[in-house]
């Protein structure tokens, strides 16, 4: 590992500015389960670490009238066990408790992961699903987008150099509303997903009268399988259409050859995986 | 760089007792506690967080000492395999049965494993089967004496 200066802001402003100054030679840090590996393999250099662990208030999980604020500094374990996700978001709290084993879920913040932005990732699929938005703040002002709006590709995001992600919120979700995270792991259950599927949808009347599906691990960024989605909005959902929905997967996904398997397998996974996920939140089927 | 701007001071505290280390910014904390410290009860073996060998306990959370930096704890309480025993020596009740249970073979592992298994008894001290497994399945041993291992946390959950 490369020598760096390692700052310890005490206030967001502080770390801001610190990013500001600094500009491209400077990088922020949380848990640094992601940096440190980067560090240490020399896959990423700097000159200016700007560690945000000592930046008060910025881990907490609050239920608001808008929803759910999740603090940036949040780890995944405090996700995993908060009582108000168990109650209010009880997929965010299964899809967290999913992410490798719990020394790193310990480690791991909820801002640090999605700035990482692997999209072998767990916790996007269900921020996606459940339509949660990001707040990004820099010295200059702040901005909120949808989780689904912040990757744009293998490791990259929107955020700005000196822009920091200070909280997750997580909107309320309709009581009827069903979810479901299936993650495929034919090697070891801390693996990362060969592929994942996240689905949640709402009922009435028996048809469907909302559901959204991401997948990951499946694309250089999560994907949110809309062509999936628009065949069965409003609809019954028979059989024969879930499996005409589960097998549009298939062209909504841009997988990888790797060591978790080729690329065409990870395709006819992810509609195998869709199809279990429909079935689970649109008929009830035991997963 | 000069090295006043990348290397500090960090004070904390290593199974009760305080230490003061001057320190290079990019020392990991399994460093630190084995070059630095002496204390070679805690091992490296993956580097990158999958192995659960370099298990410690920072402000009573487990984590990989390997993935965080010695400044990160700065200023914190770190718990090693070499504090786990009492002030007098007698062996903590995880170590007693990890000996009775023959829950280790070549004992590279072992360190990480009490220490894990310490930090979901802390937590849990009545888990299930299910939930030791849970917890521990990020421990590898590649002698792969699991059944012992689990047998060993079991009998203390279960004293």
């Known amino acids: 590992m490369r020598d760096f200066v390692f700052h310890t802001p005490s206030t967001l402003a502080e770390a801001l500015t610190l990013l500001e100054t600094y500009g491209d030679a400077a990088r922020p840090m949380a848990g640094g389960t992601a940096l440190v590996n980067f560090l240490k393999q020399g896959l990423l250099t700097t000159e200016h670490l700007v560690y945000l662990q000592r930046v008060p208030g910025l881990s907490d999980i609050r239920l608001e009238s808008d929803g759910i604020h999740i603090g940036a500094l949040a780890r995944h374990r405090d996700v995993e066990i908060s009582p108000i996700l168990r109650q209010h978001a009880p997929l965010l709290a299964d899809v967290y408790a999913r992410v490798a084993t719990v020394r790193i879920r310990n480690m791991a913040t909820v801002g640090g992961g999605l700035a990482h932005a692997d999209p072998a990732q767990d916790p996007p699929l269900g921020l996606i699903v459940l339509d949660a938005r990001v707040r ?19 490791y990259e995001t929107v955020i700005q150099p000196a822009e920091l992600l200070t909280e997750v919120i997580v909107p309320p979700q309709p009581p009827t509303a069903r979810g479901v995270y299936l993650k ?3 090697r070891t259950e801390d693996d990362y997903a060969t592929v994942a599927v996240a689905a949640l949808a709402e009922l009435e009347d028996g048809a469907c009268r909302d559901v959204r599906i991401a997948l990951g691990a499946a694309g250089p960024t999560p994907i949110r399988a809309t062509a999936t989605e628009q065949l069965l909005t409003g609809q019954h959902a028979s059989e024969d259409l879930i499996r005409r929905a589960a097998q549009a997967a298939a062209e909504q996904v841009d997988p990888l050859s790797d060591f978790r398997g080729p690329a065409d397998y990870k395709r006819d996974m992810a509609v195998v995986f869709t199809h279990r996920a429909l079935d689970r939140v649109l008929n009830g089927v035991p997963a | 760089m000069p090295a006043e701007a990348t290397s500090r001071v960090l004070r904390l505290r290593v199974n009760g007792a305080p230490y003061e280390v001057h320190a290079p910014n990019r020392r990991t904390l399994v460093d630190l506690l084995r070059y630095d410290l002496g204390l070679t009860g805690t091992k490296e073996a993956c580097s990158v967080g999958v192995c659960g060998v370099c298990s410690v306990l920072l402000n009573g959370r487990l984590v990989a000492s390997c993935l965080l930096l010695a400044c990160q704890a700065d200023g914190g309480e770190v718990t090693t395999i070499e504090g786990v025993a009492g002030p007098d020596g007698e062996l903590h009740p995880l170590q007693r049965s990890f000996i009775e249970h023959g829950g280790f073979q070549c004992g590279i592992c072992t360190p990480g494993q009490i220490i894990a298994a310490k930090a979901l008894l802390d937590e849990n001290p009545a888990p299930t089967e299910q939930q030791i497994k849970q917890w521990m399945m990020g421990n590898l041993c590649r002698c792969t004496g699991y059944y012992q291992i689990i047998d060993s946390i079991k009998a203390v959950a279960h004293a």
């Open chain 1, 136 to 154: 990004l703040v820099s010295s200059g002002g702040e901005r909120t987008l949808a989780v689904g709006e912040l990757f744009t590709d293998y």
């Open chain 1, 184 to 186: 495929f792991l034919p």
